[in-house]
């Protein structure tokens, strides 16, 4: 490692009651507030394979998936929490903009409509609103 590298590890201390992926959950939540996608995706990934059906390690793994830009694999991840949890705004609002961002805004606006009305959210409603906008600008 040179002197301009880093190597994040994880904090050991596990409160009690609370297990391996709580403590993977809120390390990666910290890595990806402050935008470090990679170093949360090490922390993720052996801790969803003990539980691959973890829906929170599964919002992580595809927030990191998101801020890296690998939008095939966030939209598989954001699908399977869309099929388990369709109540989920922020996966059904997540869904919406990874499907904005490959530039497929007709299968994008369900997932933002839905996330807006369920949440009353702002920015869910403005990214509504500007879907409808370029499709309106494509098609005119």
């Not at 369900?110 to 403005?126: F, I, K, N, Q, T």
Request: hydrophobic share 40%; proline share 5%; net charge negative.
């Amino acid at each position: 490692m040179t002197e301009n590298e880093f190597e994040y590890v994880a904090p050991a201390v596990i409160f009690p009651g609370q297990s391996a992926h709580e403590v993977a959950y809120r390390t990666a939540h910290d890595l990806l507030s402050r935008r470090f996608p990679v170093e949360a995706l090490e922390i993720l990934e052996p801790a969803l394979e003990g539980d691959p059906d973890n829906f929170g390690l599964r919002s992580m793994r595809a927030w990191a998936y998101m801020l890296r830009a690998q939008l095939a694999k966030a939209e598989a991840e954001l699908r399977w929490l869309v099929e388990r949890d369709p109540s989920d705004a922020w996966s059904q609002h997540s869904l919406g903009r990874v499907l904005e961002r490959q530039d497929r805004l007709e299968d994008a606006l369900g997932p933002l409509r839905l996330a807006a009305v369920m949440s009353d959210d702002y920015d869910h409603h403005a990214a509504v609103y500007r879907v409808r906008n370029r499709l309106a600008q494509r098609e005119g």
